[in-house]
């Protein structure tokens, strides 16, 4: 074989291999990203519900919710004792995060400060400056004061 023959052959067996390293890595990005979006596939009705008031209020969650009294927070809270970007609260790998952001009042769950991201579940008691609210996953067709009860 001529070495311009064989300079041919390796070019295309090294063109061959790119080519099936880079499907390789699409493949394995891709289900990376569905796993990543399975993971972060939020529960249906999750909610933060006021509990020291006259009326009832409910706060749908979303993947990140910031909470606090400006006006671009994704949980408006008009209350004097909560901060103005108070704290947030982040949906990740299934579990829930929350996080004060140097808030003057604090951040507590159930009576314990947030001094750093502490993950919180269903049924915790979380306070905002002298606010407090329940983390509830509603189901269909049941109160939560029932639930609670």
Same mark, same amino acid.
């Given at each position: 074989?001529?070495p311009?023959v064989?300079?041919?052959?390796?070019?295309l067996?090294i063109?061959?291999v790119l080519?099936?390293?880079?499907?390789l890595?699409l493949v394995?990005?891709w289900?990376?990203?569905?796993?990543?979006?399975?993971e972060?596939?939020?529960?249906?009705?999750?909610?933060?519900i006021q509990?020291?008031?006259?009326?009832?209020h409910?706060?749908?969650?979303?993947?990140?919710?910031?909470?606090g009294? &400006? &006006?671009?927070n994704?949980?408006?809270?008009t209350?004097?004792?909560?901060? &103005?970007h108070? &704290?947030?609260?982040?949906?990740?790998?299934?579990?829930?995060i929350?996080?004060?952001?140097?808030?003057r009042?604090?951040?507590?769950v159930n009576?314990?400060p947030?001094?750093?991201?502490?993950?919180?579940?269903y049924?915790?008691?979380?306070?905002?400056?002298?606010?407090i609210?329940?983390l509830?996953?509603?189901?269909?067709?049941?109160?939560?004061e029932?639930?609670?009860?």
């Open positions: 074989m001529s311009q064989l300079l041919l052959v390796l070019r067996l063109g061959l080519y099936l390293f880079l499907g890595f394995v990005l289900r990376d990203l569905r796993k990543l979006q399975e972060t596939h939020l529960p249906l009705d999750i909610q933060l509990l020291n008031t006259h009326e009832e409910k706060y749908p969650l979303h993947g990140a919710n910031l909470i009294r &400006a &006006a671009d994704s949980i408006l809270i209350d004097d004792s909560v901060s &103005a108070h &704290a947030r609260l982040t949906h990740i790998s299934g579990q829930w929350l996080e004060d952001l140097g808030s009042n604090g951040t507590f009576d314990l947030v001094d750093q991201p502490l993950v919180v579940t049924g915790d008691q979380i306070r905002f400056g002298s606010l609210f329940l509830d996953r509603e189901s269909p067709g049941i109160r939560s029932e639930k609670v009860n």
